[in-house]
């Protein structure tokens, strides 16, 4: 099993530039996760999907769109870049139904806007 | 809401000396609580949870976790710190909101000097 894979790892965009960033899991888990995680603030919740055709808002969803495409897939898209989204973005999947399931999460994709 | 407040952005032992990482949490009911661990430049990994089963916890590499309810707190200690033990921690909370929504902490970062 691969887990949780993410791509790319890294990318360097331009302001205004848009780009999508995938993520997919092999491990047939419901719920699906984008977080950012900047300097001194944990991770912060960007958008969610509890389960397949379902999306919410979480914590920082501003600038940003989410596709649940299959079970498998959850992307996030930046449609026109700021400065202000450079993060390091990480995607996470767990199985829906306890709090206290793990979350498992991929390597992340380290994004610099410019 | 949920929250967790790490009280130290970081913390410096040597190599064969115990670790105490501090968490205190903010809840209105019992809470489902985690540790996750990231190493540098790579993703999070769980290092152990908290299901209400037993207020001390252990979790893997020699880690454990005490539920203090009286006090709020779920501090992470070990006994003897390894030169592998460096990274970052994350107490995390989950709220309850019918399927998972984790709140993490500022993260504390582990510096194992020889």
């Known amino acids: 099993n691969a887990g949780v894979t993410q791509t790319p790892k890294f990318q360097v965009l331009k302001t205004g530039q848009s780009m999508t960033l995938q993520c997919a899991q092999d491990m047939n888990h419901n719920s699906m996760y984008w977080y950012r995680q900047d300097p001194g603030m944990g991770l912060r919740l960007i958008y969610y999907?509890?389960?397949?055709?379902?999306?919410d808002k979480g914590e920082v969803p501003n600038g940003y769109n989410v596709s649940r495409l299959n079970k498998r897939e959850f992307s996030l898209r930046l449609e026109s870049a700021a400065p202000s989204q450079t993060s390091v973005y990480f995607c996470?999947?767990?199985?829906?139904?306890?709090?206290?399931?793990?979350?498992?999460f991929g390597p992340g994709t380290r994004l610099t806007v410019l | 809401a949920q929250s967790v407040t790490q009280l130290d952005s970081h913390v410096s032992v040597s190599e064969g000396t115990p670790v105490l990482l501090r968490c205190n949490y903010s809840?209105?009911?019992?809470?489902?609580l985690f540790w996750y661990v990231q190493h540098p430049n790579k993703g999070l990994q769980l290092l152990l949870k908290y299901t209400s089963a037993a207020t001390l916890v252990k979790g893997i590499n020699g880690f454990e976790a005490e539920f203090k309810k009286s006090e709020t707190s779920f501090h992470l200690t070990k006994p003897s710190a390894h030169m592998s033990d460096a990274a970052e921690y994350f107490c995390?909370?989950?709220?309850?909101?019918?399927?998972?929504?984790?709140?993490f902490g500022t993260g504390t970062r582990l510096l194992v000097s020889p």
């Open positions: 809840s209105s009911y019992s809470p489902s």
């Open positions: 995390v909370v989950s709220e309850l909101t019918g399927f998972q929504k984790l709140v």
């Open positions: 996470a999947s767990t199985n829906s139904g306890s709090s206290y399931n793990e979350q498992f």
């Open positions: 999907s509890a389960s397949e055709g379902t999306t």
